[in-house]
């Protein structure tokens, strides 16, 4: 099972909106709504951000949205925050009983 | 409070074996898979396998499958990963997760295993 195509950097300004997407196939991403996504900042542990490709965990921001067309998964932030900037990487069940994750997309607040 | 308590850090020689414990008070511990994943330094996220603890059934990622076992303690709420014929590409953090929905929900702290002659 080959890891979930995420671009490697993504980048903007505060107050912007910035989208990242999780492309797969029609074996994980395209298959299922077992889509979520992670944020990690720099030496600490993965946080849920999105599960189930849309639904927020209580005390996620509103600001983190997320979305799936076909087999390309993204995850939407709106009112970007310096706060924001860390590695986001998706995940996705697959038809062979397994899990998946993204190569990671590091997040820069200019 | 849903916690996830793992092993402290490890250093092993090449062609030995580790075993992990992560210990999952503050839920219904048979209630929920765990994952286990790993981050190399500077890498990403890989999936390793996931173990029911309820019944004890297993899946593992094919790269791994041969060399990793996951059991599971249900009088101590604690379940193990052990990795074995350890190569240098093995040094990383090891992290244990709930699984809930199809996500991996509350994480344990990680633990580093490092391989080195």
């Known amino acids: 099972q080959s890891a979930l195509t995420q671009p490697a950097f993504v980048s903007g300004s505060p107050g912007q909106s910035i989208t990242i997407s999780c492309t797969g196939t029609?074996?994980?991403?395209?298959?299922?709504?077992?889509v979520s996504w992670y944020q990690q900042h720099p030496g600490e542990t993965p946080k849920l951000m999105i599960s189930?490709?849309?639904n927020r965990p209580s005390g996620v921001s509103n600001r983190f949205s997320g979305s799936k067309s076909g087999n390309t998964a993204s995850l939407t932030i709106s009112g970007l925050q310096v706060e924001d900037e860390a590695d986001y990487y998706c995940?996705?069940?697959?038809?062979?009983?397994?899990?998946?994750f993204g190569g990671g997309t590091k997040l820069t607040v200019l | 409070q849903v916690q996830l308590v793992q092993s402290g850090a490890e250093v092993k020689k090449p062609g030995a074996s580790v075993k992990l414990s992560c210990k999952a008070p503050?839920?219904?511990?048979?209630?929920?898979?765990i994952h286990w994943v790993r981050q190399a330094p500077g890498q990403g996220l890989e999936w390793v396998g996931i173990i029911n603890p309820n019944g004890d059934s297993t899946t593992y990622v094919r790269d791994f499958q041969g060399r990793v076992t996951m059991t599971r303690d249900t009088s101590s709420s604690t379940v193990y990963m052990e990795l074995r014929s350890l190569r240098s590409e093995d040094t990383a953090v090891y992290y244990c997760?709930?699984?809930?929905?199809?996500?991996?929900?509350?994480w344990g702290q990680g633990t580093l295993v490092t391989v080195s002659s």
């Open positions: 029609s074996s994980d991403v395209g298959a299922y709504n077992y």
């Open positions: 997760a709930r699984a809930h929905s199809g996500s991996l929900d509350y």
């Open positions: 189930e490709v849309t």
């Open positions: 995940s996705s069940y697959t038809s062979i009983s397994t899990w998946v």
């Open positions: 503050g839920y219904t511990f048979t209630g929920h898979h």
